[in-house]
């Protein structure tokens, strides 16, 4: 079908875009990697000189590199994980006869309208300050001692603001894909006495599995850059520093450019090591 | 050309040349969204009335975005600010490169003699004044009168560590939200470890010996670290260790602090009804010390600066001063009343009846003048500051230092392995700048 | 007997769902509730809900002390800009990927998939120098490439899905018909993929909106959108619940009466090939 002529048309058509976003990938990218050799401290002068491999060496072996590797894996897995679960859980339940479903959807949907930094100064200041925080009153209301959210259980805090974001996106795309879900099929297992429980597991769920790949997949690129829910309530303490948030601290607290274009090298690393265990599995995924 | 098109382009090139006269200069300003600074930006349309060529734009963002903005324009010289609002910290550093444009020049009528030595002292290198202050504030004790007598205790005008730590064991009352003391815990180079590093000068603690090797290893620094933690964890709020100067002032208003050191500042804040439920009820000390000759009290001042890379120079320069000008105290005192002026930067206005009448007006100037920066700590420093250091690395290693203590502080590590962190991390900081 | 076990468990599924919608908005609604009370109002203890002297009093002070309408304004402009110029470049490439694949088709967009894990972090000083270099600091202009740039991906896969879906004979036909490559997307193909490059446009125009990074980094005063405008609101001194709940509910306000109108369309084209 495809001439040879339409080969050409085609890939002059898509040429704006590859090169475009070569050119947004490779600028900035050759000159971090550039900036990573050198000893770069804007607020010392600037460039002073190229030192090898020394910021690599030295944004590895600080004390902050793992932990914050795994902040991000910890935060990444964990809004993961419940944006599926309760994703599923909630699609199902939407699509159950009820009255007043657009509404309710409508009430679901609203929170991935409302802006990161928003949604993080509400949480933070709102819901979870120890002293003036709703969870606070109603911790007290029930006689027990307000839980410190963002000091003592600071990962799981800003998880769950998170996956609060994320979760309207979840939901709707695995909805929008039972609902494409054939009724006859769960009809006839309901006639031959298959519980719930079983007709979810063995039908819903397998024919969900597309769905819950992309959901990963797009997550995943955002919320490896999560930046602006750490910055407005921990601001990295209490063990929520992500590999982000550290080169953050690099590049703009410590002004340590090459220090920090270093850092941003290693993220492109873990970045692209996530990125092709996911494309395996999304590749395959679209393929069939 | 016919006569109609010559008098059409006559019109226009008049008309072109009229505007040029009446150009307007846009100035933008970048500052931080503290009370004092909302006030200026509501009271500017008198410096624009008098000054109708000049227009200004403001950039109002939360103190730690405004601190990230404007390092990352100076340092990459990005150009889009005429007038930036920072503190003591950055004077000196960006001073010294060349970066701010000097204020030796500004109007007679401007009385640079007028502004506090202390003050004036932290904004000026070699001889130059880089920034003109907004407002100046040390730190110290704002106490509740009440809750004192009624445990049965007076606060001295002048008390020490221990005696804090009495006070505050006697003021608390858990069960009614009464919480002895108040202090930031919130980790940041400009929140707890202003306060920490402030306190570990009168404990006897530096940040750097001669050499400018760390001292967080030094048996001071436990010491200071230990009863700060101690203090908080025992008689302090819930999530002391997030806690920063915003949500104590919030606790102190709402009468749940019985003591709070921090900003001289907040006097103001809390003696004020409209906000503060406990307004007649403060009284005010020097911060405490450990009778080592160093009280545990900072120096800071806002100020406001012109980048060197500024295409409106002058017209900044005339906002700069009217902006700190005492003309600006009075008027702030005609339209909120003597209490609301930027404090802390002319002597004039301690010299004032009027203000004398503020309670809080004598401890604020006292405070000041026990602040040295050139000369902080008990033990001799290579550097100025004594609630920061004054070099470009210290505000990463600042807050990072203070991520370590605030964990301690939230109980995930001990004060040891806190300390032990900080000084690695500052060794290592120093290394990679060079030191 | 069958219809009444039915009725039961319509009314449970409603209660269940409308439990958990409204556990889910609840943290918005708070925030709107909490803009109409007084500072003081704000943090009481117990928490009032309804029963508080309604005061539009926050409203007053944030539109004296900013702009509001500037920031809006840019924002839309902003967000508009970049989504509709990221979907003028995206619709040829998807469409060539769509219906002439290549060998290298899906790793071409996967490739541009993974450019957006670029830390952003990472790049911003390269990108603030670039910025200074071409005059583009502090301008809509910069910020409207810039965030084209970072949604380009997702707007070519998400209408690479799309097309995916729309039979090739059809094209066929028209091609028979003696339509061009012109024709053939200006009126075959686009017209058929309006749900989807409609929902396209909505899901962009939501993320650019939102962004905070570059809007916050590469901005002052002239250029600067909604998200700076909450960055002067957040923990300035003093009690601030009600003021920060004003200014959130009017950053949040557009995009939210936007998204609830057109959720139906943003909804039915949401499915990044998730749907077969």
Redo the contacts between chains.
């Keep these: 079908m495809a001439t040879q002529h339409s080969r050409s048309a085609a890939r002059l058509m898509m040429a704006p875009a590859v090169i475009l976003l070569l050119g947004w990938m490779l600028v900035p990218l050759i000159m971090t990697l550039m900036f990573s050799f050198k000893k770069y401290l804007p607020l010392r002068g600037g460039d002073l000189g190229w030192v090898g491999f020394d910021n690599y060496i030295r944004f590895v072996t600080s004390s902050a590199f793992w932990p914050s590797v795994l902040a991000t894996l910890a935060i990444v897995g964990g809004v993961l994980f419940i944006t599926v679960v309760f994703g599923v859980l909630l699609a199902v339940l939407l699509n159950q006869p009820m009255w007043g479903q657009g509404i309710v959807r409508i009430l679901v949907i609203a929170p991935f309208f409302v802006m990161p930094t928003v949604s993080a100064l509400v949480w933070k200041n709102m819901f979870m300050d120890p002293v003036n925080g709703l969870f606070a009153h109603l911790w007290k209301f029930f006689g027990a001692t307000p839980i410190e959210w963002l000091s003592q259980a600071s990962l799981q805090s800003i998880i769950m603001i998170v996956s609060w974001q994320w979760l309207p996106f979840a939901t709707l795309i695995l909805l929008t894909a039972i609902q494409s879900l054939d009724r006859e099929q769960l009809e006839a297992a309901e006639m031959d006495g298959a519980p719930p429980l079983k007709r979810f597991g063995y039908i819903t769920l397998p024919h969900l599995g597309r769905a819950i790949t992309v959901v990963v997949l797009i997550q995943t690129i955002f919320l490896l850059g999560i930046f602006a829910e750490i910055f407005v309530t921990t601001q990295g303490s209490f063990g929520t520093r992500t590999l982000t948030y550290l080169i953050y601290q690099r590049v703009l607290e410590s002004q340590n450019v090459g220090l920090g274009s270093a850092g941003g090298v290693y993220a492109i690393i873990l970045a692209n090591i996530v990125a092709i265990f996911l494309m395996r599995a999304v590749g395959k995924n679209l393929d069939a | 050309m016919s006569l109609r098109n010559s008098i059409c382009a006559a019109t226009a090139l008049a008309m072109a040349t009229a505007t040029s006269a009446f150009a307007e200069t846009t100035i933008?300003i970048?500052t931080v969204?503290?009370?004092d600074m909302?006030r200026m930006?509501?009271l500017a349309d008198e410096f624009t009335a008098s000054h109708p060529d000049i227009k200004l734009?403001?950039?109002?963002?939360?103190?730690?975005?405004l601190r990230?903005?404007v390092?990352?324009?100076i340092?990459?010289?990005?150009?889009?600010?005429d007038v930036m609002t920072i503190g003591t910290y950055e004077v000196p550093?960006w001073g010294a490169?060349d970066w701010l444009v000097s204020l030796n020049d500004l109007p007679a009528a401007w009385d640079a003699d007028d502004i506090l030595p202390a003050i004036r002292d932290g904004l000026t290198v070699e001889g130059e004044l880089y920034a003109a202050p907004f407002y100046g504030e040390s730190s110290m004790v704002m106490y509740r009168k009440d809750l004192m007598e009624k445990a049965g205790l007076e606060m001295p005008e002048a008390p020490t560590w221990d005696q804090i730590k009495d006070a505050a064991a006697a003021m608390t009352d858990k069960d009614n939200?009464v919480y002895g003391i108040c202090l930031r815990g919130?980790?940041?180079w400009g929140e707890n470890m202003a306060l920490l590093t402030a306190m570990g000068n009168s404990f006897g603690a530096r940040t750097f010996d001669e050499s400018w090797t760390a001292q967080y290893d030094s048996e001071e620094w436990a010491t200071t670290v230990n009863f700060y933690v101690d203090l908080l964890n025992g008689y302090g709020?819930?999530?002391a260790?997030?806690n920063?100067?915003?949500?104590n002032?919030?606790?102190f208003?709402?009468g749940?602090c019985g003591m709070w050191i921090d900003a001289t500042v907040a006097a103001s804040?809390v003696t004020n009804p409209k906000?503060s439920t406990v307004a007649d009820q403060v009284g005010f000390a020097l911060a405490p010390d450990n009778g080592l000759g160093k009280r545990g009290n900072w120096l800071w001042a806002w100020s406001l600066a012109i980048p060197a890379g500024s295409d409106a120079t002058e017209e900044a320069k005339e906002f700069i001063t009217w902006a700190t000008s005492k003309e600006y105290t009075a008027l702030v005192a005609s339209k909120e009343g003597w209490a609301n002026v930027p404090p802390g930067t002319r002597s004039s206005l301690y010299q004032n009846t009027e203000y004398a009448k503020v309670p809080f007006a004598a401890m604020t100037l006292n405070s000041i003048n026990a602040a040295d920066p050139t000369d902080p700590a008990v033990e001799p420093v290579p550097y100025t500051g004594v609630q920061f250091v004054a070099i470009?690395?210290w505000?990463?290693?600042g807050?990072?230092v203070g991520?370590e203590i605030?964990?301690a502080l939230?109980g995930?590590q001990s004060v040891e392995e806190a300390l032990e962190?900080a000084q690695?991390?500052t060794t290592?900081?120093m290394e990679?700048?060079?030191y | 007997m069958a219809r009444a076990v039915t009725q039961n468990r319509k009314i449970i599924n409603t209660a269940a769902a409308w439990t958990v919608g409204l556990l889910i908005f609840f943290p918005i609604l708070w925030t709107i509730l909490t803009s109409f009370k007084t500072e003081a109002t704000a943090i009481a203890d117990p928490p009032v809900f309804l029963a508080f002297d309604w005061t539009l009093e926050n409203y007053s002070v944030v539109l004296e002390r900013s702009n509001y309408m500037r920031f809006l304004w840019n924002s839309v402009i902003i967000a508009g800009g970049s989504t509709i110029l990221g979907i003028i470049i995206a619709v040829p490439a998807a469409w060539s990927m769509a219906f002439v694949p290549g060998k290298r088709t899906k790793d071409i967009l996967l490739w541009m998939l993974s450019t957006k894990m670029l830390p952003a972090v990472g790049v911003l000083y390269p990108i603030y120098l670039i910025f200074i270099k071409m005059g583009l600091l502090d301008s809509r202009t910069g910020l409207v490439i810039v965030l084209m740039l970072m949604n380009l991906p997702i707007i070519v896969w998400m209408l690479y899905t799309y097309f995916r879906e729309i039979p090739g004979e059809i094209l066929e036909a028209a091609r028979m018909d003696g339509a061009g490559l012109k024709e053939e997307i200006l009126y075959v193909l686009t017209p058929m993929a309006i749900p989807g490059i409609a929902s396209t446009l909505l899901l962009n125009f939501i993320l650019a909106w939102n962004e905070a990074f570059w809007t916050l980094n590469l901005t002052a005063a002239k250029a600067a959108p909604l998200t700076a405008f909450i960055a002067s609101y957040s923990s300035p001194e003093g009690l601030f619940y009600a003021k920060l709940s004003a200014a959130s509910t009017m950053a949040i306000a557009p995009i939210l009466i936007l998204g609830w109108f057109s959720q139906k369309q943003l909804v039915s084209g949401l499915t990044f090939g998730a749907v077969k």
Excluded: C, H, Y
């Design positions: 933008t970048a969204n503290n009370g909302i930006q509501g734009e403001w950039v109002t963002l939360e103190e730690n975005v990230q903005r390092t990352q324009d340092a990459a010289k990005g150009g889009q600010f550093i490169q939200e919130k980790a940041g709020p819930p999530g260790s997030t920063g100067f915003n949500e002032l919030s606790l208003q709402q749940k804040f906000d470009p690395e505000a990463g290693i807050t990072q991520q605030s964990a939230a995930q962190k690695a991390l290592d900081e990679a700048a060079g």
